[in-house]
């Protein structure tokens, strides 16, 4: 069946690659798998082979007969539909109430990696993320302070996930070949997250505004990302216990935390 790359589908044949992946997600027995975008089914067959449950949800609605016919002896469930459009822990709460842990896995469309992210990412989170997405876009989410890759997608996502790169894979791997090469990235919910689950909007709206000055120094930075006096830049900065000459770039996921702390939710 043909890629519809109107839907940012490229599928992955090679079983040995796809059993890597199946492998870096970490799945097994006791877990329930929500895969997004299971298009023809081959990261699907990996990841039941490893003895995980497999939940997927597919918008593609070619995909979906096939299947279901595919794995009608297996444990596994299909879900027509806009995963964006859908409450995924209530998908695998069937599962999770009978005590199985669940991950997210997914060769994911490039065009809507940031709102699959986020929505992974929104409490109650499983417990590990696993997809393929832009090497550019993977090379961002590990970025340290002070590079150009390093910005407001690296601390938000970083606050409330450690993030590593599985693996990478090039464009060859791929029918048809996207234009990019691609890389795996594996996230993994922090115990503790920089911010409460309330504040993680408002930590995501601070950065967003304050890299949008990243060349600033922050004490110019938080006056015109906030409208706030340069007396209160300063205050708030003493608080955070941050250097007024830094830059935004150079801030790390924690001291725009402690920044958020100092000027308050309602200011995020």
Same mark, same amino acid.
Request: proline share 9%.
């Given at each position: ?5 109107? %839907? ?8 040995? %690659? ?27 067959? #990996? @990841? ?5 449950? *497999?939940?997927? /949800? ?15 002896? #297996?444990p596994f ?6 995963? %964006?459009?859908?409450?995924?822990? $209530? ?16 060769? /994911?469309?490039?065009? /809507? ?19 393929? *997405? ?30 590593? /790169?599985a693996m ?30 309330s504040d993680? #909007? ?19 930075? @938080? ?6 006096? $340069?007396?209160?830049?300063?205050? #708030? ?23 958020? $702390? ?7």
């Amino acid at each position: 069946m043909r890629a519809n790359t109107r %839907l940012g589908q490229h599928f992955l044949d090679d079983p040995a %690659l796809l059993e890597r992946i199946a492998a870096a997600s970490e799945a097994g027995p006791g877990d329930v798998v929500l895969e997004i975008g299971p298009g023809p089914g081959g990261l699907t067959r #990996a @990841l039941l082979a490893r003895g995980a449950t *497999v939940v997927a /949800i597919e918008k593609d609605r070619r995909m979906g007969a096939e299947l279901v016919r595919r794995h009608a002896d #297996a444990p596994f469930a299909l879900i027509e539909g806009d995963a %964006l459009e859908l409450d995924w822990a $209530a998908i695998v709460r069937p599962w999770t109430e009978l005590g199985l842990r669940w991950r997210v896995v997914g060769n /994911i469309p490039y065009y /809507i990696t940031s709102p699959l992210l986020e929505q992974a990412l929104t409490p109650p989170m499983p417990s590990s993320v696993t997809y393929l *997405v832009q090497e550019e876009v993977a090379n961002r989410l590990v970025a340290a302070p002070g590079t150009s890759a390093y910005g407001a997608l690296t601390v938000g996502i970083s606050g409330v996930a450690d993030v590593t /790169i599985a693996m990478r894979i090039g464009r060859g791997a791929f029918r048809p070949p996207p234009k990019v090469d691609s890389a795996l990235v594996h996230l993994v919910p922090r115990e503790v997250p920089l911010v409460p689950p309330s504040d993680v #909007a408002a930590l995501r709206r601070l950065v967003v505004s304050l890299f949008s000055y990243r060349r600033k120094r922050m004490q110019r930075a @938080l006056r015109e990302a906030r409208g706030v006096s $340069a007396a209160g830049a300063g205050e #708030a900065l003493l608080a955070a216990g941050i250097d007024p000459d830094l830059r935004p770039e150079a801030l790390a996921p924690e001291d725009f935390a402690r920044l958020l $702390a100092a000027v308050g939710p309602e200011a995020g």
